[in-house]
């Protein structure tokens, strides 16, 4: 067996993670608004974090306007490129999984990672690397793994394939193997960390796990690169196929409940926060879809007239006349001109959503946020510890 690994030592992780699924399963529809609103800005957030490990330059906030057709001016596009291909691997990869004649075989890593490196030739986009390779700590240079040769890498990606395909015990188990597998096959030139961590999405979706709680790993392996790291010691210095990868697979799933306890917990705040930014919005008698530009500016983003077009799916005359609107209400503010100007929160926006949801504060900007958000925290987390007494 490629990279064995001990299952017995995390069934107490595969059965914590099979009671979220089912809590969140039977949760109930969200409203389709929220959910696309949700969606989007975890796929900014998962974007963001894996391309920046493999040291693409880009923040959060670039990314989003990235993935809505508005290119920051400080960026390039060859990182634009790279933000736009890790999206569209995972949407393709989102896209295959539910397909009936879906196979994990060589293939479907090779298309990934096309796409991954968007079609980057030279970069060796969509082919197995044909010469050796070496995983360096970009922090002091030295070597700490070294990949099999290229000549062996066909033949182990196919194996890995063909246990993928055969099933392993539970879908977290599998999404934390192929990450392992990948990562130390090292299969190409370039992008292998952001392939081996499309695939363990996959993983988790093909299995049933397919809210983006359990398929959005990229932000807090972001967040926790000195564990993301030290996972992979069990690998050694030099690839071996009996490598015990147990201690990652821990890692791995530890990570993922981590991540569905936060989101959980993130994403019963934020819905409120949009129903109240949806009111705010009624109540100043603007069409509801201004609130996709008050939601952004409630948490310190700027909107540009661009970015609110590609959200709202308006003309550039509607989008001005929105944008106008929502200033003369208050909820927003102008700063710059002409191409540069860009819109915040206003004066009457964290008093009027603070009010929707009972929360008094006397503060303003970044504070008044923060105590909004704090406050509401503290009643869901209260009210999830009286649901599971």
């Known amino acids: 067996m490629l990279l064995p690994y001990d299952p017995k030592t995390v069934l107490d992780l595969t059965d914590e993670l099979d009671r979220w699924k089912t809590r969140l399963d039977y949760r109930g529809p969200l409203p389709r608004t929220w959910a696309g609103r949700l969606r989007r800005d975890l796929e900014a957030e998962a974007v963001a974090a894996s391309t920046s490990m493999e040291g693409v330059p880009v923040t959060v906030e670039e990314v989003r306007r990235i993935l809505a057709g508005d290119l920051p001016p400080e960026t390039r596009e060859e990182d634009a490129a790279l933000v736009r291909g890790y999206r569209d691997a995972m949407s393709f990869v989102l896209r295959r999984a539910d397909d009936p004649a879906f196979r994990w075989d060589r293939e479907l890593l090779i298309g990934l990672h096309d796409r991954i490196l968007a079609g980057n030739w030279g970069a060796g986009a969509g082919r197995f690397r044909t010469g050796p390779a070496y995983v360096v700590d970009s922090r002091t240079s030295e070597l700490v793994f070294q990949p099999p040769s290229w000549e062996e890498v066909p033949g182990l990606v196919d194996s890995a394939c063909s246990m993928m395909q055969d099933g392993l015990e539970h ?19 370039d992008g292998n960390g952001r392939a081996s961590r499309v695939l363990a999405s996959l993983a988790m979706y093909r299995g049933g796990f397919k809210l983006p709680e359990f398929t959005s790993l990229e932000e807090w392996w972001g967040r926790h690169l000195s564990e993301y790291y030290a996972g992979f010691r069990c690998l050694g210095e030099t690839f071996d196929p009996s490598a015990d990868v147990t201690p990652f697979v821990r890692t791995h799933m530890e990570a993922q409940l981590h991540q569905v306890r936060a989101l959980d917990l993130r994403g019963r705040v934020q819905q409120r926060i949009w129903t109240a930014v949806e009111e705010a919005v009624r109540a100043a ?25 590609a959200l709202a799916d308006v003309s550039p005359a509607t989008a001005t006349n929105d944008l106008a609107a929502a200033v003369a209400a208050g909820l927003l503010r102008p700063k710059g001109r002409a191409r540069s100007r860009r819109y915040e929160a206003g004066d ?20 008044a946020r923060a105590i909004i958000i704090g406050e509401l925290t503290k009643r869901v987390a209260s009210e999830r510890i009286q649901t599971d007494r």
Do not use: C, K, M
């Open 348 to 367: 009457s926006l964290y008093l009027r959503i603070g009010s929707a949801l009972g929360v008094h504060t006397d503060e303003s900007g970044e504070a």
């Open 171 to 189: 879908p977290a188990i599998g999404a934390a193997w192929i990450h392992a597998i990948v990562a130390a096959i090292h299969p190409f030139q």
């Open 285 to 309: 008698g603007l069409d509801s879809r201004v609130a996709n530009a008050a939601w952004d500016a409630f948490f310190g983003r700027d909107v540009t007239p661009r970015y609110y077009r």
